[in-house]
């Protein structure tokens, strides 16, 4: 499985985003995350998508941001509303492979076994 990230950009304070993780392969069978890295600080998770249609989300990002998976595109998406400098950062997606990690670790880099090349986005104030 390979993943392409995209949709990201430079926002004011408020605004919306929407970045696209589009996967060579059938999304449906994979937990699909998104992860983010600001500067000078480890990489954090932000929300994923698991295989059986359940979401999960950091408390930061929680009922801003919604995940989503479009299985026909083998896409995965992450809506990002009322954005705040907080959360400038180089986001990433990775990819959960069967055998699935167990679900304690969704918020674990280890679960992923298949990441993206990252797209930046830049909130102003």
């Known amino acids: 499985v390979q993943l392409q990230a995209s949709g990201g950009g430079m926002v004011q304070a408020g605004d919306s985003l929407r970045l696209s993780c589009a996967a060579s392969?059938?999304?449906?069978?994979?937990?699909m995350a998104w992860f983010r890295r600001a500067p000078g600080k480890e990489r954090e998770f932000v929300s994923v998508?698991?295989?059986?249609?359940?979401?999960i989300y950091a408390d930061s990002v929680k009922g801003r941001f919604t995940i989503s998976r479009d299985n026909a595109k083998n896409t995965v998406y992450l809506q990002m509303n009322s954005l705040k400098p907080d959360d400038t950062a180089v986001y990433y997606c990775?990819?959960?492979?069967?055998?699935?990690?167990?679900?304690?670790?969704?918020?674990?880099?280890?679960?992923?076994?298949?990441w993206g090349q990252g797209t930046q986005v830049t909130v102003s104030s």
């Open positions: 998508f698991r295989w059986n249609g359940n979401s």
């Open positions: 392969d059938r999304t449906f069978m994979l937990n």
């Open positions: 990775a990819a959960d492979l069967p055998p699935y990690s167990i679900l304690s670790t969704y918020n674990s880099e280890t679960a992923y076994d298949v």
